[in-house]
């Protein structure tokens, strides 16, 4: 009974050093966005909506100050379409992923071994070897796109 005890509380202990592993860099990005300081994020010169007043078009002090955003309608743009992009790759995740999951859970054929062993390939990369194989693959389209 103690080792089952001992398993728990290692395992609350690990979901827990997870958890905050996941959700304090959003924290922080959140805290860190009614700074005042409009060069470098990481130094508090204090608290202010200026950043979001600006998305929506009102006088703020970064309006005179800030060099980095042109208009509120490039602010809105970004905003825009970063939602589009959010959705889409959701929807888009959301239904290839049900549809494999319910097929590979349901259905025996051939190649199913193979098909799941495919599914632990992104877990097992590493995330600096997926991205510099993006940009190679994203280099050479652009290269070949012109």
Excluded: E, H
Aim: glycine residues 4%; hydrophobic residues 55%.
């Amino acid at each position: 009974m103690k080792k089952q005890t001992l398993l728990g509380r290692l395992l609350s202990i690990y979901s827990v050093f997870f958890f905050v592993f996941l959700y304090v860099p959003v924290i922080l990005i959140v805290i860190y966005s009614f700074n005042a300081n409009p060069v470098n994020i990481m130094i508090w010169d204090g608290f202010t909506l200026d950043w979001y007043r600006s998305i929506f078009g009102a006088k703020t002090s970064l309006s005179d100050s800030s060099s980095y955003v042109d208009s509120t309608d490039q602010l809105l743009n970004a905003l825009v379409n970063s939602l589009i992009v959010a959705t889409s790759a959701t929807l888009i995740a959301t239904l290839l992923g049900t549809s494999t999951a319910v097929a590979l859970a349901r259905y025996r054929f051939k190649l199913q071994s193979f098909y799941r062993l495919l599914l632990f390939v992104p877990m097992l990369m590493p995330d600096i070897v997926l991205g510099i194989a993006l940009l190679i693959f994203f280099v050479w389209c652009w290269f070949y796109a012109r």
